[in-house]
T-cell receptor
Framework: DQQVKQNSPSLSVQEGRISILNCDYT??????FLWYKKYPAEGPTFLIS?????DKNEDGRFTVFLNKSAKHLSLHIVPSQPGDSAVYFC????????????FGQGTILTVHP | DTAVSQTPKYLVTQMGNDKSIKCEQN?????MYWYKQDSKKFLKIMFS???????INETVPNRFSPKSPDKAHLNLHINSLELGDSAVYFC????????????????FGPGTRLLVL
């Protein structure tokens, strides 16, 4: 039973355009959400997060949106750069289970020059 | 300087063997984790230790035994390896306290690619 899902295995965009990566979850008790980025042969690295009490968090070119009623979050990258090409993982956490992240299966983003 | 390191990076072994994967972090963190990335690419938590104490123990076969000799190290020993154990295993650490209210960023190692033949 996968509680966090990223239904798009891959996404391809042109440099300078917007990249939108999506994530859906089923457990309404999740109260913290994160995005991680992973390059080949490396471990995931933290990118941005959002608490369930917010609906938007922005950090430079990266913005995460949370729609609790739809149990959906998205990561927007504007403008996209070739160096953003990587696998992006969405993760969620219950407030009562500190540190126990539930990950999606990742979306491969390719940004073409 | 590597923050979270794992050895070996690659491990190819026969079914039935016993193997260990080592993890070390030099970030001064109190909490360490083991994750398994299966063939469907989901990263799933296996164990978590806080200052050498087991905090999270997911439904993992008891052939898997974590050991934390000190808070900077968390090793994973696997007995009687099976084909289904083939995966990428990631170690991670963070500065959090088990049960604490604050969210801390987890830092991941580069992964150990295990192939059981």
């Amino acid at each position: 039973d996968q509680q966090v899902k990223q239904n798009s295995p891959s996404l391809s965009v042109q440099e300078g355009r917007i990249s939108i990566l999506n994530c859906d979850y089923t457990n309404s008790m999740f109260d913290y959400f994160l995005w991680y980025k992973k390059y080949p042969a490396e471990g995931p690295t933290f990118l941005i997060s959002i608490s369930s009490i917010k609906d938007k968090n922005e950090d430079g070119r990266f913005t995460v949106f949370l729609n609790k009623s739809a149990k959906h979050l998205s990561l927007h990258i504007v403008p996209s750069q070739p160096g953003d090409s990587a696998v992006y993982f969405c993760a969620a956490q219950l407030g009562t289970s500190y540190g126990k992240l539930t990950f999606g299966q990742g979306t491969i983003l390719t940004v073409h020059p | 300087d590597t923050a979270v390191s794992q050895t070996p990076k690659y491990l190819v072994t026969q079914m039935g063997n016993d193997k260990s994967i080592k993890c070390e972090q030099n970030l001064g963190h109190d909490t360490m984790y083991w994750y398994k990335q299966d063939s469907k690419k989901f990263l799933k938590i296996m164990f978590s230790y806080n200052n050498k104490e087991l905090i999270i123990n997911e439904t993992v076969p008891n052939r898997f035994s974590p050991k934390s000799p000190d808070k900077a190290h968390l090793n994973l020993h696997i007995n009687s390896l099976e084909l289904g154990d083939s995966a990428v295993y990631f170690c991670a650490s963070d500065a959090g306290q088990a049960g604490g209210p604050f969210q801390e960023t987890q830092y991941f190692g580069p992964g150990t690619r295990l192939l059981v033949l």
